[in-house]
């Protein structure tokens, strides 16, 4: 094997491992409220589609997330990603995920789930900084969860 084969093989999981490193904060951020740096995970021009709605811009995005979720705790996990870089600076994955998210039981508050599905997104290397370009969330399955009295703390129930 020759060098510049190594190398374009060690570059290849190196993006890789970027891309992950990049979902990883996707789902840290959402978690941790952290809504101006989750927008910064996104190019400019990113189109998001999530139970129908559709946001273009991690600034929009974040807006959107951080109106329906607010402070509510949730849980969002990712797993076994099938990425294929496309070239250089394009790649494309798929996600399989699960959420969990639980509201304050008040006057119109949405029901809590724990939902699974899969991300399906492309990626853009943006100034060397991998982003995502497009995300679509699918949800195959939903399951209710009890919302919480507001009187309490959502974790420990006290």
Not at 25 to 40: N, Q
Not at 48 to 58: Q, R, S, Y
Not at 61 to 77: D, E, K, L, S, Y
Not at 104 to 129: F, I, L, W
Request: glycine share 8%; no cysteine.
């Amino acid at each position: 094997m020759q060098i510049t084969e190594l190398e374009q093989r060690y570059h290849k999981l190196e993006d890789v491992e970027e891309i992950k490193e990049l979902k990883a904060r996707y789902f840290r951020f959402i978690d941790e409220k952290k809504w101006s740096e989750f927008a910064e995970l996104f190019t400019p021009d990113a189109k998001i589609e999530i139970d129908g709605n559709v946001f273009t811009g991690g600034e929009a995005f974040a807006n959107g997330a951080g109106a329906v979720i607010g402070a509510a705790p949730t849980v969002h996990h990712g797993h076994m990603p099938e990425i294929d870089l496309i070239d250089m600076d394009n790649a494309k994955g798929i996600w399989a995920m699960e959420d969990m998210l639980t509201y304050p039981a008040t006057k119109d508050a949405p029901p809590g789930h724990d939902g699974y599905g899969s991300y399906r997104e492309t990626y853009k290397r943006v100034n060397g900084v991998w982003k995502i370009n497009s995300l679509v969330l699918t949800r195959f399955r939903m399951d209710p969860l009890a919302n919480w009295d507001p009187n309490t703390n959502p974790v420990t129930g006290k």
